[in-house]
């Protein structure tokens, strides 16, 4: 059975770079059939989506978010990562990883348990 | 960019009843539309698939119609459980997510 697991530290200082990491486990993630896919969702509000990436490195970000992103991949360990450069308050927020079904239908099927991440001094 | 919006923002209804929840996409989507179901304290759930397929093990209660610019997710019988925040998705032209629709116990 897959499952995805967020990790990373819960608070990360104003100006700092918020690292994450997704671990895949119950399947491989090197398929051409998935995207890995990071989402957020601040205290009380609606979800966003951050970014994805395929196994093979190709990314896409949101475009209100892409110039301090970076999403990668790792599949001799099987995990994927986020980086968010120059954070503020309003980066503080759940943050979920997903898979995304990528093909005649495209979808989120599977997703972890989310990690928070609070930015304060 | 894509704008999708849901509405109502909160709907009050008791179990039982129909529910019956929006979502309009600024512009044609095809049936690239998800809903999903979250829980407080939860990730979200994965309801709906190309706008009207159910996902593996969500019961029949819940369907997905729509195609183009406008969407309908329907909870026919309302238990106990369905009692969430719901959120659809679209996945034609990058990805959003609508604001979501709190469905509350009246």
């Known amino acids: 059975q897959l499952q995805l697991q967020e990790s990373g530290p819960g608070l990360v200082k104003p100006s700092e770079t918020l690292s994450l990491t997704c671990t895949v486990s119950g399947d491989s993630i090197s398929s051409s059939s998935y995207y890995w896919v990071w989402i957020r969702q601040p205290p009380g509000k609606g979800l966003e989506w951050i970014g994805s990436i395929s196994y093979s490195g190709s990314t896409y970000y949101n475009p209100s978010l892409k110039s301090r992103v970076t999403i990668s991949v790792d599949t001799s360990k099987n995990q994927f990562s986020l980086k968010l450069s120059s954070v503020t308050a309003a980066d503080t927020a759940v943050y979920y990883c997903?898979?995304?079904?990528?093909?005649?239908?495209?979808?989120?099927?599977?997703w972890g348990k989310g990690t928070t991440v609070t930015v304060s001094s | 960019e894509i704008v999708v919006t849901q509405s109502p923002a909160t709907l009050s209804l008791s179990p039982g009843e129909r529910a019956t929840l929006s979502c309009r996409a600024s512009q044609s989507v095809s049936s690239y539309l998800a809903w999903y179901q979250q829980k407080p304290g939860q990730a979200p759930r994965l309801l709906i698939y190309?706008?009207?397929n159910r996902a593996t093990g969500i019961p029949a209660r819940f369907s997905g119609s729509g195609s183009g610019t406008d969407f309908t997710l329907t909870i026919s019988s309302l238990e106990p459980e369905d009692f969430a925040v719901y959120y659809c998705?679209?996945?034609?032209?990058?990805?959003?997510f609508g604001g979501g629709t709190k469905v509350e116990i009246k």
């Open positions: 190309d706008a009207s």
């Open positions: 998705q679209q996945r034609s032209d990058s990805l959003t």
């Open positions: 997903a898979r995304e079904v990528f093909g005649v239908v495209i979808y989120m099927d599977v």
